[in-house]
């Protein structure tokens, strides 16, 4: 893949420029003038400019705002050769369910009678509202790719301490899906879906559940965080030592793009999953951290995981 040259002009007041190939908040390119960075060809690149105070802002000679249900201020570049591989869309968007055990909030929609498996989504709001999830897979059953699904949305109270290994979100993400199960009949297979710290969580529960979560569709799994750490950039990669250890791994689909910094991690683990000829599936997008990158990964990730059930 061949690299392509971007200069960026900062606008007035932009004292740093930062993106995905910064970490965002973490490693932010100092600017005192033009600055000119290299990237894959056809890459999707989000940035944001800080000011002297260190607040993110949107180049505001660029209009194309990204698609961000975190952050309103990164802008968007597409270079050239960038193609998007947009889902299929759906005839019908299947009824949402929204339902409250205690505090934590869930949402439930189903793409046919009878559903043959669950698929459950840590940050359910942006799985549900910005990458439609339910909309992916009701299209892919339209298109007799994969079989009716039920799919459950869990909204995360507090994403960095909740996914990050702790037990009491486990116990009462166990507590979620035993609501579901009452309300709406068995789980069947249960497909878990997770992106960034969200991934982590559901590569987590499939190694400390195999029989209950035999599969995953991880998108940019957070697989630097460690437990006890503070850092999901730097701390030591601790879940591929207990998949390096595990006796059985769950079947997974794997994306991740090329200016993130979870690039070398996730390379790591599917080598490790290859080393150990474990089920999966392994691709690199010309992008970064974002729903832009995610969107594109669902529909082959369920195909994947669901199409030979």
Same mark, same amino acid.
């Given at each position: 893949?061949?690299? +392509? +040259?971007?200069?960026?002009?900062?606008?007035?007041?932009?004292?740093?420029?930062? =993106?995905?190939?910064?970490?965002?908040?973490?490693?932010?390119?100092?600017?005192? =003038?033009?600055?000119?960075?290299?990237?894959?060809?056809?890459?999707?690149?989000?940035?944001?400019?800080?000011?002297?105070? =260190?607040?993110?802002?949107?180049?505001?000679?660029?209009?194309?705002?990204?698609?961000?249900? @975190?952050?309103?201020?990164? +802008?968007?570049?597409?270079?050239?050769?960038?193609?998007?591989?947009?889902?299929?869309?759906?005839?019908?968007?299947? %009824?949402?369910?929204?339902?409250?055990?205690?505090? *934590? +909030?869930?949402?439930?929609?189903?793409?046919?009678?009878?559903?043959?498996?669950?698929?459950?989504?840590?940050?359910?709001?942006?799985?549900?509202?910005?990458?439609?999830?339910?909309?992916?897979?009701?299209?892919?059953?339209?298109?007799?790719?994969?079989?009716?699904? *039920?799919?459950?949305?869990?909204?995360?109270?507090?994403?960095?301490?909740?996914?990050?290994?702790?037990?009491?979100?486990?116990?009462?993400?166990? %507590?979620?899906?035993?609501?579901?199960?009452?309300?709406?009949?068995? &789980?069947?297979?249960?497909?878990?879906? =997770?992106?960034?710290?969200?991934?982590?969580?559901?590569?987590?529960?499939?190694?400390?559940?195999?029989?209950?979560?035999? !599969?995953?569709?991880?998108?940019?799994?957070?697989? !630097?965080?460690?437990?006890?750490?503070?850092?999901?950039?730097?701390?030591?990669?601790?879940?591929?030592? %207990?998949?390096?250890?595990?006796? *059985?791994?769950?079947?997974?689909?794997?994306?991740?793009?090329? &200016?993130? @910094?979870?690039?070398?991690?996730?390379?790591?683990?599917?080598?490790?999953?290859?080393?150990? !000829?474990?089920?999966?599936?392994? %691709?690199?997008?010309?992008?970064?951290?974002? @729903?832009?990158?995610? !969107?594109?990964?669902?529909?082959?990730?369920?195909?994947?995981?669901?199409?030979?059930?």
């Amino acid at each position: 893949m061949g690299q +392509r +040259r971007v200069t960026f002009h900062p606008p007035p007041g932009a004292k740093a420029l930062v =993106g995905d190939f910064t970490d965002w908040e973490r490693n932010p390119i100092p600017l005192e =003038g033009p600055i000119t960075l290299e990237f894959p060809e056809g890459a999707y690149v989000e940035y944001a400019y800080l000011d002297e105070a =260190g607040r993110p802002f949107p180049d505001p000679e660029n209009p194309e705002r990204a698609d961000n249900p @975190w952050w309103t201020y990164p +802008r968007a570049l597409r270079l050239p050769g960038f193609r998007y591989e947009a889902p299929p869309e759906a005839q019908k968007e299947p %009824r949402v369910g929204r339902h409250r055990l205690g505090e *934590r +909030r869930y949402y439930v929609a189903e793409t046919g009678e009878a559903p043959r498996a669950t698929v459950v989504a840590q940050d359910g709001v942006a799985f549900y509202r910005t990458a439609g999830l339910h909309k992916v897979a009701q299209a892919l059953l339209e298109g007799g790719e994969i079989p009716p699904v *039920r799919l459950v949305f869990v909204e995360p109270t507090d994403r960095n301490a909740e996914y990050r290994f702790s037990e009491a979100y486990e116990a009462e993400f166990h %507590r979620v899906l035993e609501a579901v199960e009452r309300a709406y009949g068995p &789980l069947g297979e249960v497909v878990l879906v =997770g992106a960034s710290l969200g991934g982590l969580f559901s590569l987590w529960q499939a190694l400390r559940h195999p029989e209950r979560f035999p !599969k995953v569709l991880a998108l940019s799994p957070a697989l !630097k965080a460690h437990p006890g750490g503070l850092d999901a950039y730097r701390d030591q990669e601790w879940l591929l030592l %207990r998949y390096a250890e595990a006796e *059985r791994h769950p079947r997974i689909y794997l994306e991740v793009g090329l &200016l993130e @910094w979870l690039l070398g991690p996730n390379r790591r683990f599917a080598a490790l999953l290859a080393d150990r !000829k474990a089920p999966h599936a392994y %691709r690199e997008r010309p992008s970064g951290h974002n @729903w832009v990158t995610w !969107k594109q990964a669902l529909a082959p990730g369920l195909r994947y995981l669901l199409g030979d059930a």
